[in-house]
């Protein structure tokens, strides 16, 4: 079985001895510019046309989570990857339990004032407030697949009411599931931390709007673990200025790096981080790679596979 392994920036030689490890009959090789030799598997991220294009491939994985940017690429070159080659995304492999740990101690932060605090403590002031209370700080999650459902589970756990939004409806223990458009009003209603977790479709691109926050509940704050596009900038800012929301937290931006002209870097209630929410952790990854493609070669049902037409 012949591999090939594109990424910009991973350790390719770990890559490529991990997975030789544990697909013994496989030969795994990085994918070089002029390289056309036959190949049954590619492993990629944000791939030249020219690596996947032509290819009589069984399938390709995507090594990460989002295919929204591989997706982006094919509808510009649909001759890259034809329909009839399966495209397999990340499942958790790690990332749950990194979503798990910057949702859990954000959303702490907020619920125990901490921001509050901190912006006292710039003025030298010390003054007590009163404590939040978990019933008025229910917690929206949009898009309660793989990771939104992980994020759930945790924040339940510290005793939050949870609700979650979602294509289709949800059976998630212990939390309230609302789908469709026509639920949107109502599940955005009693939220006040909202955290994004969708995948980027034609469907989600700007969701995240003026309209949208303005149905939470006063003084609400907003959790972007998804991508930047989904928020449209100017209107979260003027979310922030009218204070309809108390605080935000974005991990994704609708450009990266974040220009330095973005007013968001200097909001005095914006926090961020450089996307980094939930990166891929090469062990999991590997063994989940190895352990799919040994099912495909089996020829058992497997999970992963992104819909395309669906965009996720
Ligand atoms: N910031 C980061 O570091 C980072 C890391 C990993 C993933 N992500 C993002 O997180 C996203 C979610 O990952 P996942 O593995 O949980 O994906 P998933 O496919 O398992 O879950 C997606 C969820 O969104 C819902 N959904 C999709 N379209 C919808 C629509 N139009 N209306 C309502 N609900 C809709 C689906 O029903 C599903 O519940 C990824 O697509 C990626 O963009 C970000
Ligand atoms: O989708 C993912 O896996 C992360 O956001 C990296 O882009």
Known sequence: MEIIFYHPTFD???????????????????????????????????????????????????????????????KANPEMLPESIPLFRLEDTGMGLQMQEYAVSQVLHWFRRFDDYQAQQQKSEWQPLADYHREDFTIGIMGAGVLGGKVAESLLAWGFPVRCWSRSRKTLPGVQSFAGTEELGDFLRETRVLINLLPNTAETVGIINLNLLNQLQDNSYLLNLARGVHVVEEELLQALNNNKLKGAMLDVFSREPLPQESPLWQHPRVVMTPHIAAVTRPQEAIAYIARTITGLERGDHVSGQVDRQRGY
């Open 12 to 74: 390719t030689p770990y890559w490529i001895a991990q997975l030789s490890k544990q697909l013994p009959g496989a030969n795994v090789r990085e994918w070089k510019k002029g390289d056309n030799q036959h190949a049954d598997y590619a492993l990629v991220w944000h791939p030249p046309v020219e690596m996947l294009q032509g290819r009589d491939l069984k399938a390709v994985f995507a090594l990460g989570a989002g295919v929204d940017s591989i997706l982006s690429k094919l």
